[in-house]
């Protein structure tokens, strides 16, 4: 795969990319100057390359600097290498890209601030409390979860990002990207392989203002996911150093955490459902399942009610693998003396998961059956 990167201007970076099965462009652009050659690009060029090449030649177009130093190219291979363990569609490829002399050393912060991720979910709020002194940007990324041309739903979120971040005291960058347009029709997996890649772009891009960016945690250890706190570093380059927020905690507890945080129940987003409106849909499993843990830590937020009717827990979409976590929540709020209302809906809630489940086994056992015929 040959990936050719241009410069847009001082806020913008693209490369064009021949994967042998078409030829794609993804550009990013900041609010703030952001690193415009070719390192940025080795994180999101070489997971691609990894699923779709036999090899990546990274190639500066007209006017962009830049070389892949010594240390970004090793810990590329050392990812590479750890994804094609994990992952048997992928394989680890080999990188031809200008490399960088003696010339090229370790950037001290000297002015240069500290980042994390913001994408005003349970994760992000996580983090930025457990590392708010040390943090003093944060960065509010369109084209991952969020696209753009979801208009009104990405504006709101936006404003609600800025918002969040003045009350933090905190200064936003809010990047654009358009990568997962070209991961996704090569059908590179978003969460459990590209996801991860995507971040590292973004945090090396913004090298002229950060020093290090913070990745939240969101998947426990034992997932093999594309962020992930053995990989995440090793997309770093000698001038920006990504620190995955190394914290396994459940999600319930992460929530737990945040529950009596003011900013984080004012501004918290955890649906992916696009409902401009009303910014969580308050429907969704994501969503009840947020509430209802705030519910559980006797907490009250104005951006996702903790009162949530049985009739909504009832028509929750639950997936037999987040049994687990209604059944916690059952049980608390059991312990609680809870609605006896909203304790049964979760029992009809848990019961129809894992009625789903076994028809599930039944029907792939079914059809294993006709398949041995055949």
Not at 297 to 319: F, K, Y
Request: proline share 6%; aromatic share 6%.
């Amino acid at each position: 795969m040959i990936a050719t990167v241009e410069q847009r201007d001082a806020h913008g970076t693209a490369v064009r990319l021949d994967t042998g099965r078409g030829h794609f462009t993804a550009e990013t652009s900041a609010s703030v100057p952001i690193d415009t050659g070719v390192a940025p690009w080795v994180p999101a060029t070489y997971a691609l390359a990894m699923r779709v090449a036999d090899s990546l030649e990274l190639r500066a177009g007209t006017g962009v600097t830049g070389h892949v130093d010594r240390e970004q190219r090793a810990g590329a291979a050392a990812a590479g290498a750890m994804f094609a363990s994990w992952f048997p569609e992928v394989d680890a490829v080999p990188m031809e890209a200008g490399l960088a002399g003696n010339d090229i050393v370790r950037v001290p912060r000297d002015g240069r601030g500290v980042g994390c991720f913001f994408s005003l979910g349970v994760d992000s709020f996580h983090a930025v409390r457990k590392h708010r002194d040390e943090i003093t940007h944060l960065i509010f990324v369109l084209g991952m979860d969020l696209d753009e041309h979801d208009g009104s739903a990405a504006a709101l979120a936006t404003e609600r990002a800025r918002a969040a971040a003045t009350e933090l005291g905190k200064e936003l960058i809010v990047v654009r990207t358009t990568v997962r347009r070209v991961s996704d029709p090569l059908r590179v997996p978003w969460p459990r392989l590209y996801f991860g890649p995507a971040l590292a772009h973004v945090a090396l891009c913004l090298a002229p203002t950060l020093s290090a960016v913070i990745v939240p945690s969101s998947p426990p250890i034992t997932s093999r996911h594309g962020s992930h706190p053995y990989v995440d570093p090793l997309w770093s380059s000698s001038r920006v150093r990504i620190v995955h927020d190394d914290d396994d905690a459940w999600r319930p507890t992460k929530i737990a955490e945040i529950a009596d945080w003011a900013p984080a129940m004012r501004f918290l987003r955890v649906c992916y459902q696009e409902q401009a409106e009303t910014y969580n849909c308050e429907r969704c499993f994501k969503c009840v399942s947020t509430a209802l843990c705030i519910r559980v830590a006797g907490g009250s937020s104005a951006a996702l009610s903790p009162d949530v009717s049985p009739e909504t827990i009832r028509a929750m979409p639950l997936a037999p693998e987040h049994t687990d976590r209604v059944e916690w929540i059952r049980d608390r709020l059991r312990e609680q003396g809870d609605d006896p209302s909203v304790l049964a809906a979760l029992d009809d809630a848990i019961a129809g998961a894992h009625r789903r489940s076994r028809l599930q086994g039944i029907a792939e056992r079914v059809n294993e059956e006709i398949y041995l015929r055949l």
